[in-house]
C-alpha cells in the first residue's frame, strides 16, 4: 500500500522499564498519553530486545544482531570484568579487541538515520545515544541532522555532581555512571540548561527541534529518534510526579506483581492459567524480614521509579500533543518500547560496589528518605521490584530468560495503513526490535543499500518488515519455525518457534542448557531438556549457527569454543575511547581520547 506522501516516524525509546510498568500494559502508574497512543494501535505481548541497552539500542538503529554492529556488549561491561557479575568472577577479556565489540556502531552496519537522510528525511534526535562517546562515533557522524544526546550509559538524571574533597575520587562503579556527558550536533554541551532534568530535558529538545522545522517551512517528512534515560537509576523524578504514589506501593513487591498479573490477564495480554516464575533474589531480604524503616525506603523507591515513568509519559505527551496540533500526527508512525526487562541488579551486594561506593555515597548523597528521588540522591530499586514488573517470566535485565528480552511494545501506524480489526488490538505475534529499521524502511519506500555503502561493505538487515502483519497480507511477521538468538555477558538462549533454550550461569542459573516450550510455559519454570534430549541437541546446533552468524565471543566453555587471552593482550579497564570522567576531559577532551589496541581475530568455526 502507498500514499504520495511519506510518513513521519516517532521511535520513543525508555530506558530499563519493566514490562507491566506502563498502564495499558497492565501497570498501575499514570501513563494517559501512552494509554491514547495505544487505543491508535496495537499492543504486542511477544516482543524482544536484547537483554541490555547499548546492544538493543544498536538493534533499533541497524535492524541487525547487536554483535555484529558493535554492541556485542555493553561497552562498560566489557572494560571491567565484574560491572555485571556480583560475584566479580565473570571475565569478559575474552570479548576486549574482538570484531563487534569495538563498543560503538562499527563501519560494518549502515543506520537507519543515514538512509533516510540520503532518502530526503530529516533526522533528528534527543536522548540517550550510547553508541559512542567521541564525535566521530555521535549521532551526527551517523546520520542525524539534529541531535542533542546523551553519550553514555546512565548518568545523575539532574546533572548534579558532587564536589569532591581532596583526595577523593569517583568510585570506580561510578566513574561512567553519575557524568551527564551531552552533545548537540557533534559538539560537546558545556553546561546543561539550568533546571535540567533529562526526560523534560529531551521532550523539550524534541519539541524545539519539530518546531524550527515548521518555521523554517521545512516540507521533508522526518525520522525522529526519542530515548529516554529514564527509569534507569539512579532512581530520580520531579516530587510532583513522585507524590502522586505515595502508600501505592506499602504492601510490598510481591503484592504489586500478583495485582500487576491479574490485570495483564483482566486485559487479554497473558493466558488466565498462566504460571508465574517464582521470585529469584536470594541476595536481598524477604519483604517479610526487613525492618520499618528499610520497608518505607524501598517503598519509596519504588514511587520514586514511578514517578519517573509518569514524567516520560508527560514528555511523550508534549510532543504528539504537537504533533496532532499541526496536523502530522496521522501520517506519523509512532512507537514505544523499552530497550530491556526491568533492571533487578542488587547492587549493594555486588564487590565492586561494596566499600568505596557506598562510603562515598554517604558521604557525597543525601538518601534520607523525605530527600529520595531529588538530585543529590542515589539509590536503585533492586530484584523483587524488577520482578514485580518482568512476571510471569524469569528474570530481569542482563539475562536472557523471558525476564530479560521480553519488553512492551506499541505502536501506531499511519492513518493511510490503519486496519480497523488492528486498531486498539493486542498481538500475541512474535516479533524483535530488529524488525523495526525494515518496518520503516518499507513505509518510507527506500531500500536497505547492503552490500555497499559510500564504498564499504556493509551487512544486511537481519530484522522483517511488520508492514505485510500490519496490512493484513500476512497473519504473522516471521514464520512459524523462526529461529532466533540472544546472548549478553555469558548469558545465552535460541528460541525456535515455540521452543527455547537458555544457557544462565550460577548462581542465577545452573550453568547447563534448560530447554522450555514458551507456548505451555510462558515463564520458564519446567526444563525439558531431559525428556527432549534430541530437540534440545538440536537447538543448541541452532546456537553454534548463531555463534558462527553473528560472531558471540562465547564466555562460558558450554557456549562453543573457549578463547584465551592474557593480560596483555587484553588490558582491563583500556576499552573506553574517551575517558570523560577524568580531571580537566570535558574542559579538553582531544587530551583524552585514547585509541584502544584493536586484536580483529576472526571468528573460528565451533
Not at 545523575?156 to 556527558?181: R, V, W
Not at 531438556?529 to 562460558?556: C, F, H, N
Request: with cysteine.
Amino acid at each position: 500500500m502507498t500514499t504520495s506522501k511519506r510518513p513521519n516516524f516517532l521511535v520513543i525509546v525508555a530506558d530499563d522499564l519493566g514490562f507491566s510498568d506502563i498502564s495499558c500494559f497492565g501497570g498501575e502508574i499514570r501513563t494517559p498519553n501512552l494509554d491514547k497512543l495505544s487505543k491508535s494501535g496495537i499492543r504486542f505481548t511477544d516482543f524482544h530486545a536484547a537483554a541490555a541497552c547499548s546492544p538493543s539500542r544498536a538493534m533499533i538503529m541497524t535492524g541487525t544482531d547487536h554483535h555484529i554492529a558493535g554492541l556485542g556488549n555493553l561497552i562498560e561491561w566489557t572494560n571491567i570484568s565484574g560491572q555485571n557479575d556480583p560475584n566479580g568472577g565473570m571475565s569478559t577479556a575474552p570479548q576486549r579487541g574482538m570484531p563487534g565489540y569495538e563498543g560503538y556502531l562499527n563501519e560494518r552496519v549502515v543506520t537507519l538515520p543515514e538512509i533516510l537522510r540520503d532518502a530526503g528525511y530529516l533526522t533528528m534526535m534527543a536522548g540517550k545515544w550510547h553508541l559512542g562517546l567521541t564525535p566521530e562515533r555521535s549521532p551526527k557522524a551517523r546520520g542525524f541532522e539534529r541531535s542533542f544526546a546523551h553519550l553514555p550509559a546512565c548518568s545523575n538524571h539532574y546533572g548534579y555532581e558532587p564536589q569532591l574533597e581532596a583526595p577523593n575520587k569517583i568510585p570506580e562503579f561510578m566513574t561512567m555512571s553519575f557524568i551527564a556527558l551531552h552533545s548537540e550536533d557533534g559538539e560537546y554541551v558545556k553546561k546543561l540548561p539550568d533546571g535540567w532534568y533529562s526526560s523534560n530535558g529531551y521532550g523539550d529538545k524534541m519539541l524545539q527541534y519539530l518546531k524550527e522545522r515548521k518555521e523554517n517551512g521545512d516540507e521533508r517528512p522526518f525520522f525522529g529518534y526519542f530515548p529516554f534515560t529514564a527509569p534507569h537509576w539512579p532512581l530520580q523524578a520531579p516530587q510532583e510526579y513522585i507524590k502522586h504514589y505515595r502508600g501505592v506501593y506499602d504492601d510490598g513487591p510481591d503484592a504489586l506483581r500478583l495485582k500487576r498479573l491479574q490485570r495483564l490477564k483482566d486485559l487479554g495480554m497473558m493466558a488466565h492459567d498462566v504460571e508465574p516464575h517464582p521470585v529469584v533474589a536470594d541476595e536481598v531480604k524477604e519483604w517479610k524480614d526487613l525492618t520499618p524503616e528499610e520497608r518505607a525506603n524501598s517503598c519509596r523507591a519504588m514511587e520514586v521509579f514511578a514517578g519517573m515513568v509518569e514524567c516520560i509519559d508527560a514528555n511523550v505527551g508534549k510532543v504528539v500533543d504537537y504533533l496532532e496540533k499541526t496536523g502530522e500526527l496521522d501520517n506519523t508512525f509512532v512507537c514505544f518500547m523499552s530497550d530491556n526487562g526491568a533492571e533487578g541488579a542488587a547492587y549493594e551486594a555486588y564487590p565492586i560496589v561494596q566499600g568505596s561506593m557506598i562510603q562515598h555515597l554517604k558521604k557525597y548523597y543525601n538518601n534520607s528518605l523525605e530527600n529520595l528521588g531529588n538530585g543529590d540522591s542515589f539509590i536503585w530499586y533492586g530484584p523483587r521490584w524488577a520482578q514485580a514488573a518482568t512476571a510471569p517470566s524469569r528474570l530481569y535485565k542482563a539475562y536472557t530468560t523471558e525476564g530479560g528480552v521480553r519488553v512492551p511494545f506499541l505502536a501506531k501506524f499511519p492513518t493511510a495503513y490503519d486496519k480497523s480489526e488492528k486498531t486498539n488490538s493486542i498481538t500475541h505475534e512474535f516479533s524483535t526490535v530488529m524488525d523495526l529499521a525494515p518496518t520503516v524502511l518499507e513505509m518510507a519506500r527506500v531500500s536497505h543499500p547492503a552490500p555497499k555503502y559510500q564504498d564499504r561493505e556493509v551487512v544486511s538487515m537481519r530484522g522483517k518488515s511488520m508492514m505485510p502483519f500490519v496490512t493484513g497480507e500476512k497473519s504473522s511477521i516471521h514464520e512459524k519455525d523462526f529461529v532466533e538468538g540472544w546472548e549478553t555477558c555469558g548469558r545465552a538462549a535460541v528460541r525456535k518457534g515455540d521452543w527455547k533454550i537458555v544457557f544462565i550461569p550460577k548462581p542465577k542459573g545452573p550453568e547447563r542448557w534448560q530447554l522450555y516450550n514458551l507456548a505451555k510455559d510462558p515463564g520458564e519454570i519446567h526444563d525439558l531438556s531431559e525428556q527432549e534430549p534430541e530437540r534440545l541437541e538440536k537447538m543448541i546446533k541452532m546456537w553454534d549457527q548463531y555463534v558462527l552468524e553473528t560472531g558471540v565471543i562465547p564466555l562460558a566453555p558450554e557456549l562453543g569454543k573457549w578463547l584465551a587471552a592474557t593480560e596483555e593482550q587484553m588490558p582491563e579497564n583500556a576499552w573506553i575511547e574517551y575517558e570523560y570522567w577524568k580531571d580537566g576531559a570535558r574542559e579538553d577532551p582531544e587530551k583524552f581520547f585514547r585509541n584502544p589496541p584493536r586484536f580483529q581475530r576472526s571468528v573460528k568455526a565451533i
